[in-house]
């Protein structure tokens, strides 16, 4: 069920119209029900995987829980008999104990993810060398239909487990709870992948009907509308008819698509993660923010820290820093400095762990090569910048440029560029096409022949970039706007009037202009599919 | 102050309905420049009197029979319920439909549209399916023509269907918002042009003759709904040399009048009784008749239905004379327009021929 489709808006009308009449302590289990309910719309065998993860998580976060509360127990009970070696060998093993629990966890839920999503990955390579080496053997490939939402409930619930084990909270021990924060409908299919003390807070707790938070919620939902139907979606047959045909749409073409594709995929994503945020607000729970202006950032590194923010934190936090801290690579950065110096050993262990972020960055994104290569491409423009950061210093304050309003812009068109440059392997979906139309976009200088018909024949209308325009425009004075605070708040101060005219002038841009119904493709959301 | 606020608050509800309810007339399509055929359904609800006969179909029977004819020479009132491409079970709702308004002696159906056993096209969906005033008869209908991509809340608004003609709006639209002019002749589309019969193109092969079931259940609902009204049931097939007519399904049909007591009339067969001539009776080479071919064939229906189904002449009836009356001018003004236009084109291709 797309979020946009008439299905998901009955089913979400009928919802809220339930959600407030029952009594607040139902509310949960009913959006459970609710939730589930809308699972099992994309298949109900689907369940089973979903009810496969939620019900390991419970029983492993509660047996780590258990294992803790034993040796505090235990420790209570021999307190004063136990020397200060037996109580840490004591400690040690129960977390071994809990470190197994963990790994097995852990390995039994991305077994799932692997197997449902990159199993056919791993045999397609496997054909290929099998291929190579002139064998006839031809590894059958996998028939599995991936689940709605396995990366995304995967990760939360790894992300967890992990908590548990690290005893950053306790437990949840209600089963249904814990299955409401794997399944919470809203932001199943696109995300964000939530943390449980972040989530939990609103999620469980009762909600009345309170008008200023609906309509801010209505609000944010119709601005998610816009941005998918009005320019993600209208703007999708151009970016299409480009990427499609790689031997016909060169140079400076190549250039649109990648700006055009930079702009669908932040109008879809965003517009996605608004309806998620929006229609989570209308229950009265808080779902953190996704995005933070990014197309306004002025490093890559900025931009990783304002796109996809729940993703790149959990990256961070379960992948980069105990990989960076892990026995391992502390041996290795020390191995390093003494064999190799100072710099150098305390980069291994980061580098290290950066490459492995963004290799699982990529793999995460989708099971083909040119989503790892994407990842590097990200991991090694990152830790390039990384490394001429003094030069970039120097080269700042040589020509006074930091603070500049002209060189700020001029970091920001960079950061686009760049992100936009290096999203050619998601566009293109294939390494040497990418590469070939990258090379090709800078050395084929084509600029004269394009024009009015060659813009009208990449399948939109002149009514259609009119909209494209417009559309941009206000997205990025909203940006701007957001930048001193709440847009809705400041509306939300305007008279009665002008309040009325910006929300019905938004609800008949959607209604008028939004890519939907007969004659327009139903287009899933781009995160969707990762 | 409070009050103030409520009113406020309704005016303004009602101010944002009226505003959609606007906006979903402007751009609903209306059928009134060169494509007419989606405008000829909803002409029926103007209906001021009864009709005797009542014709539900899709083109075979909105442009091959003129009830002005008929009353002229019969004295029959009759009405077409047809549409472009109308499937079976669009005519079998219509007619459902139909007799909530009134109970006709005669319902003719053309059998060409046991050809179709599902939903074709959307655009002609949307020609018959607009037109229809809401009943639970419309509901049927649209849940039994939509197509695996067409949503039923499209039909409920139609405004989210049509949403992106803002910028194919045209003059037409803005005149024809609240009021629309009448184009047919109680369902009948008038062209008095001619374009003679070159023949048609070779009949393709077809992988099964056999009508579909879904067809011949709604042709037992049609059969049923009349038998249950005491109505009379006529099958047709029209002169219209293609789609082409198969042999296979002329047996078909004449089975199943046979087996149900039907009167059948393939009109393909009785060229020579109704005098209907292909080279001066077709605008479009045989696909449809002009008014020259439609009022002969109407002349022979009439016959037909005043004697073998004793339909009576009303004419001298106040009630229907002053209905038809005006029915009548309409037709002869709009028949003298389409004559003096024909005849300027016709004048003005020959000067362009004749000019070196």
């Not at chain 1, 799932?112 to 390579?125: D, G």
């Not at chain 1, 390494?431 to 004269?448: E, G, H, Q």
């Not at chain 2, 605008?283 to 064939?297: F, M, R, V």
């Not at chain 2, 001298?316 to 300027?344: H, I, N, P, R, S």
Request: proline share 3%.
């Amino acid at each position: 069920m797309l979020f946009t489709s008439y299905e998901f808006l009955g089913f979400l009308f009928l919802f809220f119209l339930l959600y407030f009449i029952i009594p607040k302590k139902g509310q949960w289990i009913f959006l459970l029900c609710a939730s589930c309910l809308f699972y099992a719309f994309s298949g109900v065998k689907y369940l089973i995987y979903i009810g496969c993860t939620t019900l390991s998580t419970y029983l492993v976060s509660r047996r780590i829980e258990e294992i803790g509360e034993e040796q505090k127990a235990f420790i209570q009970q021999k307190k004063g008999t136990l020397s200060r070696e037996e109580k840490k060998a004591y400690k040690a093993s129960i977390k071994k104990k809990q470190w197994n629990w963990l790994l097995f966890c852990l390995i039994f839920n991305f077994s799932i993810l692997a197997v449902c999503k990159y199993a056919n990955f791993a045999i397609s390579n496997i054909n290929s060398i099998l291929r190579l080496t002139k064998s006839d053997v031809v590894v059958p490939f996998f028939s599995v239909a991936l689940p709605l939402g396995i990366s995304y409930y995967t990760f939360q619930m790894m992300g967890y487990v992990i908590d548990i084990y690290r005893g950053k909270y306790l437990a949840e021990k209600n089963l249904g709870k814990l299955a409401l924060f794997a399944s919470f409908f809203p932001q199943l299919m696109q995300g964000p992948i939530s943390r449980f003390d972040d989530l939990s807070e609103t999620l469980f707790s009762g909600h009345s009907f309170d008008i200023k938070r609906v309509s801010f919620g209505l609000q944010r939902i119709l601005w998610g509308f816009l941005k998918k139907l009005v320019i993600a979606d209208r703007i999708l047959p151009a970016v299409n008819t480009i990427i499609r045909n790689p031997d016909t749409y060169q140079g400076i073409y190549v250039l649109l698509g990648m700006l055009f594709y930079a702009l669908e995929l932040y109008a879809d994503f965003t517009g996605g993660i608004d309806m998620v945020i929006g229609i989570a607000e209308v229950l009265g729970i808080r779902v953190k923010e996704n995005f933070e202006r990014p197309y306004f950032s002025k490093s890559i590194k900025e931009y990783w820290n304002r796109w996809h923010i729940s993703l790149g934190s959990w990256f961070t936090e379960y992948i980069f820093y105990p990989v960076s801290v892990c026995q391992p690579m502390l041996k290795l950065s020390k191995f390093s400095r003494s064999h190799f110096g100072e710099a150098v050993g305390k980069r291994i262990p980061v580098y290290l762990a950066t490459i492995l972020v963004w290799i699982t960055t990529g793999i995460w994104h989708g099971a083909a090569w040119n989503f790892v290569v994407w990842g590097l491409m990200n991991c090694i423009v990152l830790l390039i910048s990384q490394e001429l950061q003094p030069c970039y210093r120097w080269f700042h304050k040589k020509f006074q440029l930091e603070g500049k309003w002209g060189f700020r812009l001029f970091q920001v068109v960079r950061t686009v560029l760049l992100m936009s440059s290096i999203r050619m392997f998601d566009c293109y979906r294939d390494v040497p096409t990418t590469f070939r139309m990258f090379f090709n976009m800078l050395t084929y200088y084509n600029w004269k022949e394009i024009g009015v018909q060659e813009m009208l024949g990449l399948g939109i209308t002149a009514a259609d970039y009119g909209i494209l325009v417009m559309g941009t425009v206000l997205l990025i004075t909203v940006s701007l706007m957001g930048r001193s605070g709440s847009v809705r708040e400041k509306i939300a101060r305007k008279p009665a009037a002008v309040r009325f005219f910006i929300w019905y002038g938004l609800f008949l841009a959607v209604l008028l202009f939004g890519a939907y119904g007969e004659g327009y493709d139903a287009s899933q959301f781009i995160y969707n599919q990762f | 102050m409070e009050r103030k606020k409520g009113f406020i608050r309704i005016g303004t509800i009602l101010a944002v309905i009226a505003s959609f309810w606007f906006l979903q007339r402007l751009f609903m399509p209306k059928y009134m420049g060169k494509v007419i055929d989606g405008a000829l359904i909803a002409e029926y609800y103007q209906e001021t009197t009864k009709h005797d006969v009542i014709f539900i179909g899709d083109c075979e029977v909105y442009e091959n029979f003129s009830p002005i004819t008929l009353w002229e020479t019969y004295g029959i009132t009759s009405y077409i319920r047809g549409s472009a491409q109308q499937l079976i079970w669009q005519s079998y709702y219509l007619l459902e439909e139909t007799l909530h308004y009134e109970k006709p002696d005669v319902v003719v159906f053309n059998v060409l549209a046991m050809q179709y056993n599902e939903p074709q096209k959307e655009a002609y969906n949307r020609m018959t399916l607009d037109g229809m005033n809401w009943s639970l008869s419309k509901l049927k209908s649209i849940q039994a023509s939509m197509l695996e991509d067409e949503a039923f809340l499209e039909y409920l608004f139609p405004l989210l269907r049509y949403h992106s003609r803002w910028n194919d709006l045209t003059k037409e639209d803005w005149k024809y918002i609240w009021k629309k002019d009448k184009i047919s002749h109680n369902g009948y589309y008038m062209r008095v042009d001619v374009k003679p019969s070159t023949g048609a193109p070779p009949a393709k092969k077809l992988a099964n003759y056999e009508f579909g079931s879904r067809a011949y259940q709604y042709l037992d609902k049609i059969r049923l709904l009349c038998e249950k009204n005491n109505i009379a049931l006529i099958l047709v097939k029209a002169p219209s040399i293609y789609p082409h007519w198969y042999l296979e399904w002329e047996v078909q049909i004449e089975n199943y009048a046979k087996k149900y007591g039907l009167t059948y009339l393939n009109f393909l067969e009785l060229s020579e009784e109704t005098g209907v001539d292909l080279q001066v009776d077709t605008y479009d080479g045989g696909l449809h008749l002009n008014l020259s071919g439609a009022e002969k064939l109407s002349v022979y229906f009439g016959k037909i239905l005043a004697e073998k189904f004793h339909i009576a002449d009303h004419r001298g009836e106040a009630e229907y004379e002053k209905a038809w009356k005006e029915k009548v001018l309409f037709y002869y003004d709009k028949k003298q327009e389409q004559l003096l236009a024909w005849e300027k084109e016709q004048t003005e291709s020959a000067s362009t021929v004749d000019d070196p």
